[in-house]
């Protein structure tokens, strides 16, 4: 299966590439496209093992000038059309309901009746006040279409699939499934570390690591009392 991955941006490069190469192992040749500059269409990575190419695609940064310091990069893709007839895919997957590349992807997809998937990694970015007023007008009005018209909807959590239910995600397009974990590299361990925690995650107020925070100092004054 050829498969179109359409990015507004990618923040973490070998993370997405990491993605991109296990999804190709599993017999798929995977295309991944994100917002660059206006120019031209340019391939920035090509798997020589996988049928992997990434691709930088023109558009156009349309970042609000009141929200720069809280929303940085929210493009629109540039001759979308172009691309999508270029590479012919047979799926579309599409990145967050909460950008107009994703809205795009969506309209490319219907318009060349090829299935889309949403994924959604969370709903909300917590960024403060003004983005949350934002991003709730955007929700109930651009990504309800978005939710409407995608073929199936992939959330990580029961929670997620909850709220989009608010923004008129059909039920029978949602499916849960939490992100895989490459069990060859993370596995249990048969040495034990006490006290120790990790955290793996971006620090950003959506990931909940204040709640972890604060659980801690509960567990640890728990402990220490019964000490």
């Given at each position: 299966?050829?498969?179109?991955?359409?990015?507004?941006?990618?923040?973490?490069?070998?993370?997405?590439?990491?993605?991109?190469?296990?999804?190709?192992?599993?017999?798929?040749?995977?295309?991944?496209?994100?917002?660059?500059?206006?120019?031209?269409?340019?391939?920035?990575?090509?798997?020589?093992?996988?049928?992997?190419?990434?691709?930088?695609?023109?558009?156009?940064?349309?970042?609000?000038?009141?929200?720069?310091?809280?929303?940085?990069?929210?493009?629109?893709?540039?001759?979308?059309?172009?691309?999508?007839?270029?590479?012919?895919?047979?799926?579309?997957?599409?990145?967050?309901?909460?950008?107009?590349?994703?809205?795009?992807?969506?309209?490319?997809?219907?318009?060349?009746?090829?299935?889309?998937?949403?994924?959604?990694?969370?709903?909300?970015?917590?960024?403060?006040l003004l983005l949350y007023m934002m991003q709730n007008i955007y929700l109930h009005t651009i990504s309800?279409?978005?939710?409407?018209?995608?073929?199936?909807?992939?959330?990580?959590?029961?929670?997620?699939?909850?709220?989009?239910?608010?923004?008129?995600?059909?039920?029978?397009?949602?499916?849960?499934?939490?992100?895989?974990?490459?069990?060859?590299?993370?596995?249990?361990?048969?040495?034990?570390?006490?006290?120790?925690?990790?955290?793996?995650?971006?620090?950003?107020?959506?990931?909940?690591?204040?709640?972890?925070?604060?659980?801690?100092?509960?567990?640890?004054?728990?402990?220490?009392?019964?000490?």
């Amino acid at each position: 299966m050829k498969i179109l991955i359409a990015y507004p941006y990618i923040a973490y490069q070998e993370v997405a590439l990491e993605f991109l190469e296990k999804l190709a192992t599993c017999g798929n040749e995977v295309i991944a496209i994100f917002a660059g500059d206006r120019t031209k269409i340019s391939c920035i990575y090509e798997s020589s093992l996988t049928q992997v190419k990434l691709y930088r695609v023109p558009s156009m940064e349309l970042s609000p000038t009141v929200a720069k310091n809280i929303v940085q990069h929210y493009p629109c893709f540039l001759y979308l059309s172009n691309v999508i007839r270029r590479v012919s895919p047979d799926l579309i997957v599409v990145i967050s309901p909460l950008f107009l590349a994703s809205a795009q992807a969506v309209k490319e997809a219907i318009k060349n009746k090829k299935p889309s998937v949403l994924e959604v990694h969370g709903v909300y970015a917590e960024r403060g006040l003004l983005l949350y007023m934002m991003q709730n007008i955007y929700l109930h009005t651009i990504s309800r279409w978005v939710l409407k018209n995608s073929t199936l909807i992939r959330c990580l959590h029961k929670d997620d699939a909850v709220e989009l239910t608010k923004f008129g995600a059909p039920l029978d397009k949602i499916r849960i499934i939490p992100n895989a974990v490459d069990t060859n590299l993370f596995k249990p361990s048969k040495e034990r570390e006490e006290n120790s925690l990790i955290w793996v995650g971006r620090m950003v107020p959506e990931k909940g690591l204040t709640y972890l925070i604060k659980a801690l100092t509960i567990v640890i004054k728990e402990y220490s009392l019964k000490d």
